[in-house]
Structures are given as structure tokens and as C-alpha cells.
């Protein structure tokens, strides 16, 4: 920004009422007139608040100046006073964290100021919303690393900015001068190019390092005035056989997607393309990545127009895919499955030997039952890995009653629960062994890419009534009971009012899915852990149910989930606690895998 204007206090409110009559009288001036107006109000009030250290304390002024530039935001948002409305808008953000000393008002300063730089890297305030937040970071955010590639960027991406001198006063001034100006050298961008028409663009960029595969993100609470969502984060999880990509996005936006078939005259892969509509990419995301693990070769995102953010997924190999939402937040998942040869010819050697003993009589030939083994175990219909997930962890605690919080004893549990499978040969995974946050969606992605053959995520049952008791395993399916929803809806962090929808985005996802398998699963632990556990205490049998947890789905394995007990319980609460009782529960759970397995491998012994 070239110039700040400095007006007297007593002048702006007059100036003020003029713009507003103007725009009123003449509404032939149209849109661009009226975002003018609206921002010329807000930047008028707002340097008035700033000389006026009384009403500047309170937190309702500064958000009525907030509501200008959101008006201004709204009545054009790709006009040319856009990028001026969110500057300030994140100035006043910066101006309440300054008056409350809160960090959650200078993050949503910091998030503003970075939408300029992602939206308009080009525009002439762009220097200063990189001198302004790195202000942020260093003086108030106390993330020096972060402003000093903000000072970095100014000086080699902006050389004739008036900010020059500044930034490299204050980036002397934080030290490691030359690593932010080689770093920044080396390959970073404020922008974003938009896609497709300019895919050689957003491969050209420097592909993201192995070792973290998440393409960058920064999620805001803070919704855009303009009413657009933000993809603000992108991740995923990938192996030869299955890919997982999560978009998440701050708000719920209709998206439509398509696949493209490969083309190899022109060196084309399977590609898959979502376009979000009503959407803005987020700032920190980053345009490429190459992939270098599995089936999915690379990501790409950009704004393929005004309105619309395109994310474009290329795989080496795609047989079947999946594209779904889920809630709190918003997130669009794409499951891709590609199995390999072996897989494929088990699946049509099944299939044959299906129609040939629904036809006629049919009698195995020498050899058939090492042939019936091997073919199973390429089915995976042998039970060597579990993927045990403790639920809830980290910023989540799940259910939080009687002195305990569920995540400590999901953790606690599993791991002796994993034991004691060890113990009889099993090989254990984990989706978590230390008290961290997971998504949902990444849980049953782990156990995908692990190739697990069953998959138990544990938990712990809460209830507003603390007369409420039992024990109870779900595996994933239509919710068919008013509890079946409460239990999805609080496990899954949703309104139970969403569950409906989520059980229509089921019927298309159950096809391809472990139901049977699953449903058989659980009734063999339920029975197990049961019978296991009333041999030292009453408890209460709450059978098996069905509902659709998030955590159960796409789940390629078949998948339960486990309620160890009502944590609101004073009497099942105190048994959590208790290592023995947790030692009949563990037992209770491998009675019943074993259960399980043994009806698997006897079909190989047919």
C-alpha cells in the first residue's frame, strides 16, 4: 500500500454521510459504486477508531468497522476493492488483539492477510500484508521463523516495493538473514496459478518432500464475509492398492467431479478432477505435489475461476473409486481402489468356482484345499494383522465423566489388548500409541493402506442418564434405532439431524463393503466379551448394533467398533479404571476374534 490516508476525526463522519447519500441517490453507479462506498465508510471509521483510544477498547465498535469491508466484500468480491477490504479487515483483527491480547484475534489477522497474498499476489498492498503479518508473527504470534520468510519474501519476490528498506531492517533485526532469503530463493510463492489451463505451471512447482505426505495447510475458524468456502486443507494417504484424499474445507460447498481415462500418446494417467463451487483456495495450500508412494502420482489445486476451486488427482492405476462428504468439519473424501493382478485373478477365480457349484455338482480336485488357502489369503479372508484404533485422543477427549476422559482409556486399553493378541500370533497395528488427534477418515485409511484384515476401533459409551449401563459392538450399516443415531451422531462429532443424510450417502457405499463379514465380527466379540466378563461381574448386554460411524467408513477389512462401557456409569466408570477389568474385556475381544477367524479358515478346510 502506497499511501494511508490521514483524515482529521472530525471530518470522516462527515465524509461519511456523503458517500452513503451519493450511493443512495444514485443507484445507477451499481455494484462497484456501492463496494466502493462501503469501503470508503469502513476505512474512514476505522482510522477514526484508531485515534480514539476510548471507544478503540471495545470490542463492538471495531466489529461494526469489520462490517463495511464485509459488505464491501460482498456487494463485489472480485472488484478492486476487495483485496483493500480484507486487508483491513485483517488490520482489524491485529487492532482487537492488540485490546484484548487474545491469539486467536491475531490469527484471524494473520489468515486475512494471507487471503490477499493467495487471491492477489500481484497487487500493490501485497508487500505490505507480508510486512504486517510477519509484524504479527514476530511481535504477538512469537513464530519468528514464519516472519522472517514473510520479510524474506518481500525482498525477492517484491524488489521495487517502497516496503524494501523496512524489511530488511526488521529481518536483520531477527537474524538469519541469508537462510530466509535462501529459502525463500529456493522455490516458495504467495500465489496460487489456476489449473488445467495452466497445469505446466502448477507442475512445474518444486514437489512436496516424502517424508510428510499432507500438502500443506492452514485451517481458519473465520468464514470469508464473501460467503465463499476455503479449501484450506488437502491431505492424504496412499499405498499400491488404495489412496485416501481428504479435502477439507471451512464450510459446506457443492462440488461435481469426473473422471478422465488415461491417454498415453500425450503421457496422461488416470485423473480424477473435483471442482468445489462457490469456493476460494486457501492460502497455505500448496499448488503441487508429486507423489512418489502408491498409486496417486500427484495432487494439484487452483482456482479454476472466480467461483471455483478445482483439485486434480493423477494415479498410476484406478479400477473403482468413491467420493463422499462428511461433516464438522466439511470434507469432501475420495477413495480410489487399483488391486493388483493377484487380487484381481483370486476375485475371478472365485467367482468361476461360484457359478460351477451353483450349476452342478462339483467334486475338488487333488490339491484344492492349498489352493482354497492361498485363495482366501488373496481375498483377504485370513485374519494375520489387526489395526487397533484407540478412539478420540489429543484435542478430542470423547466422552469426559466421573473423573475419567475416554481417550486415556481407549489408549490404555487397546494396548493391552494388543498384547494379549500378540500373544496368540497375531500381528498388531496401531492407528495411535500416544495421546494424539486423528481424523475420523485417516483412521480407516491406516488400516487400507496396512492391508490390516480386521479392524477394531475402541471405545467408550457415554449417556445423559447415568442409569445407563452395558456393553455393545456396532459394525457399519444403516442406523436402525433412535440410540443406534445418538451413538453415530456423538461418535462422529455431528448433529444427529445429519445422520439421515449421511445413511443416504451410505446405500452408495455399502456395496463394496465388509457388511456381512463385519456384522458377524461383531456378534462374535459381543458374545465373547460377555460371556468372558460375567464371570466376574454382572453386566448388562447390549448386543450388536448397526449405525454409519465414519470411522467404519470405506473400510476394506471387516470393521467393528467397540463400546467398553458407559463412562457416565459411577459403577462401569469405576470398573475402567480397574486393570483386572480391563484384563476380562481384552480377553472377552480375543476369544472372539479367534471365534471369528476359526469360521474363516474353515471354509478353506471345505
Not at 516458495?188 to 512447482?205: E, F, M, Q, R
Not at 492452514?218 to 460467503?227: E, H, I, M, Q, R
Request: proline share 4%; charged share 25%.
Amino acid at each position: 500500500m502506497k499511501k494511508h490516508y490521514a483524515a482529521k476525526s472530525h471530518i470522516l463522519p462527515v465524509l461519511a454521510a456523503f458517500v452513503l447519500a451519493v450511493t443512495f441517490l444514485c443507484p445507477s453507479t451499481g455494484i462497484a459504486a456501492s463496494a466502493k462506498s462501503y469501503f470508503t465508510v469502513g476505512h474512514s471509521e476505522f482510522h477514526a477508531l484508531t485515534q480514539n483510544s476510548k471507544r478503540a477498547k471495545y470490542r463492538s465498535n471495531w466489529e461494526k468497522v469489520e462490517k463495511h469491508f464485509s459488505r464491501c466484500l460482498k456487494a463485489d468480491p472480485n472488484g478492486p476493492y476487495a483485496p483493500k477490504a480484507l486487508y483491513y479487515i485483517g488490520r482489524v483483527h491485529e487492532e482487537l488483539g492488540i485490546q484484548s491480547g487474545l491469539k486467536s484475534d491475531f490469527r484471524r489477522s494473520v489468515d486475512y492477510f494471507g487471503r490477499v497474498l493467495a487471491r492477489y499476489p500481484r497487487h500493490g498492498w501485497a508487500d505490505d500484508c507480508l510486512y504486517r503479518r510477519a509484524g504479527v508473527y514476530a511481535k504477538r504470534l512469537n513464530e519468528i521463523t514464519n516472519a522472517r520468510l514473510d520479510l524474506a519474501t518481500i525482498i525477492v519476490d517484491y524488489p521495487r516495493s517502497d516496503m524494501q528498506v523496512k524489511a530488511k531492517t526488521a529481518l536483520r533485526k531477527l537474524g538469519k538473514y541469508d537462510w530466509a532469503i535462501a529459502k525463500v530463493s529456493g522455490g516458495s510463492s504467495t500465489g496460487n496459478g489456476a489449473l488445467d489451463t495452466v497445469a505446466a505451471k502448477a507442475t512445474a512447482k518444486k514437489p512436496a518432500t516424502k517424508s510428510k505426505p499432507t500438502v500443506k495447510a492452514a485451517s481458519s475458524n473465520s468464514k470469508d464475509p464473501s460467503g465463499k468456502a476455503h479449501l484450506n486443507v488437502v491431505r492424504y494417504t496412499s499405498s499400491n492398492e488404495y489412496t485416501r484424499v481428504v479435502l477439507e474445507l471451512d464450510d459446506q460447498a457443492k462440488y461435481r467431479y469426473q473422471v478422465l481415462q488415461p491417454n498415453p500418446a500425450v503421457n496422461r494417467p488416470h485423473r480424477l478432477y473435483i471442482d468445489i463451487n462457490n469456493s476460494r483456495l486457501g492460502h497455505d495450500v500448496t499448488a503441487s505435489t508429486t507423489v512418489s508412494d502408491g498409486i496417486l502420482r500427484s495432487i494439484r489445486t487452483g482456482q479454476y475461476n472466480k467461483d471455483t476451486t478445482r483439485v486434480v488427482l493423477d494415479f498410476l492405476d484406478l479400477q473403482d473409486y468413491k467420493v463422499f462428504p462428511l461433516q464438522n468439519p466439511y470434507r469432501i473424501v475420495i477413495d480410489v481402489y487399483a488391486p493388483d493382478a493377484k487380487t484381481l485373478a483370486a476375485q475371478k477365480a472365485a467367482a468361476t468356482a461360484h457359478k460351477t457349484t451353483a450349476n452342478s455338482k462339483y467334486r475338488p480336485p487333488n490339491g484344492s484345499k492349498k489352493m482354497a488357502g492361498d485363495l482366501l489369503e488373496q481375498l483377504g479372508l485370513t485374519v494375520k494383522t489387526i489395526m487397533i484404533d484407540p478412539g478420540h485422543g489429543g484435542k478430542d477427549p470423547g466422552a469426559v465423566s466421573n473423573g475419567l476422559r475416554e481417550k486415556d482409556i481407549n489408549l490404555r486399553f487397546a494396548k493391552v489388548l494388543g498384547k494379549k493378541l500378540e500373544g496368540k500370533g497375531f500381528h498388531i497395528e496401531y492407528t495411535r500409541t500416544t495421546d494424539v488427534f486423528i481424523a475420523l477418515e485417516k483412521r480407516t485409511a491406516i488400516a487400507n493402506v496396512k492391508k490390516a484384515d480386521l479392524f477394531l476401533s475402541i471405545h467408550c459409551n457415554a449417556n445423559r442418564s447415568r442409569k445407563i449401563s452395558g456393553l455393545e459392538t456396532y459394525s457399519l450399516n444403516l442406523a436402525k434405532s433412535k440410540d443406534a443415531v445418538r451413538i453415530a451422531a456423538r461418535e462422529n462429532a455431528v448433529d444427529p439431524r445429519s445422520i439421515s443424510d449421511l445413511q443416504f450417502i451410505l446405500t452408495d457405499l455399502m456395496v463394496n463393503s465388509k457388511i456381512k463379514e463385519s456384522r458377524d465380527l461383531a456378534s462374535d466379540v459381543q458374545s465373547k466379551t460377555i460371556k468372558q466378563v460375567r464371570r466376574k461381574y454382572t453386566v448388562k448386554n447390549m448386543g450388536t448394533r448397526e449405525a454409519p460411524f465414519y470411522v467404519l467408513m470405506g473400510a476394506k477389512m471387516p470393521s467393528v467398533l467397540v463400546e467398553l462401557g458407559y463412562i457416565t456409569n459411577k459403577t462401569e466408570a469405576g470398573r475402567l479404571k480397574s486393570d483386572k477389568y480391563l484384563e476380562y474385556l481384552a480377553n472377552g475381544i480375543v476369544e472372539g476374534i479367534l471365534a471369528y477367524k476359526g469360521k474363516i479358515e474353515r471354509y478353506a478346510s471345505l
